[in-house]
């Protein structure tokens, strides 16, 4: 973008400033930045965009009219434009203790058809980002440190969805993966610590990944929606099992409601 200078045939700044706007607008559609990503100081993105200041500044202006944009002490942000419509769900689903089944029952087919779009839209750059978290994913598992495995099972799922080329996807399942981050929808941390569950969540997202990669689709849409459904009965599973550990616990804590034989 070149904005410097004025004369015959330059753009003017009004003009320069729309079409920064636009450039800016086209990065966050396109998940290129990412809602709560802080752009870089004024001065700094000037001179890496090539424009004056001020047209910049009018253009930022711009987006933050738009929502885009939200400025303050701390910088220039990527607004959380969801975050009307997520924030308020999410104090929803969490009194909701079937909220984590429906989420993923939509999320099956959802998932599955991320992977299938990648599977046919992704660009060397995108496979090259899947290769790379893939490696992330397994050096994670190899220091047996579920945590850091479990974020990076987040992300990978996000690189899919990029690799769909679908924008309202990406937007859509990005804001409901930052809920799943937030453990709104269940625990992470306890999914990849029940015993067996983490090589098994290992296979299947390289199962998907090797779909991906091969730019095979149905292999893609099965692998993911197999991983999903998976994910959905283990968690079935673990409620169960908590059921059943607290039914036990009320057991045992009976003799202090009740007044036995010894205590007459």
Request: charged share 30%; glycine share 6%.
């Amino acid at each position: 973008m070149q904005g410097k200078g004025q004369g015959k045939g330059m753009i003017k700044p009004a003009k320069l400033a729309d079409a920064i706007a636009d450039h800016l607008e086209t990065l966050i559609r396109e998940g290129v930045l990412r809602p709560g990503e802080k752009l870089l100081p004024e001065r700094d993105l000037a001179l890496k965009l090539d424009v004056s200041r001020p047209s910049l500044r009018d253009a930022l202006e711009k987006l933050e009219e738009r929502g885009l944009l939200v400025s303050g002490r701390n910088g220039t942000h990527i607004a959380q434009f969801l975050a009307p419509i997520a924030a308020p769900l999410a104090a929803l689903l969490q009194s909701d203790p079937d909220a984590p089944f429906h989420y993923l029952e939509f999320r099956t087919s959802i998932e599955a058809a991320a992977a299938k779009l990648a599977a046919q839209r992704a660009t060397d750059l995108d496979r090259k980002a899947i290769r790379a978290l893939a490696q992330r994913m397994r050096d994670a598992h190899g220091k047996d440190d579920p945590s850091e495995e479990a974020d990076v099972d987040a992300q990978l799922h996000l690189a899919f969805y990029e690799a769909a080329h679908n924008t309202v996807m990406l937007h859509i399942m990005g804001a409901l993966s930052e809920m799943l981050r937030n453990d709104v929808f269940y625990n992470r941390d306890r999914l990849y610590t029940r015993p067996g569950v983490r090589d098994l969540l290992l296979e299947q997202h390289l199962a998907i990944v090797d779909a991906v990669l091969a730019g095979d689709a149905e292999a893609a849409h099965a692998a993911a929606e197999a991983h999903v459904m998976f994910t959905l009965h283990t968690l079935r599973e673990i409620r169960e099992d908590d059921t059943r550990l607290e039914a036990s616990l009320r057991r045992i804590g009976r003799t202090d409601l009740i007044e036995t034989t010894e205590r007459a």
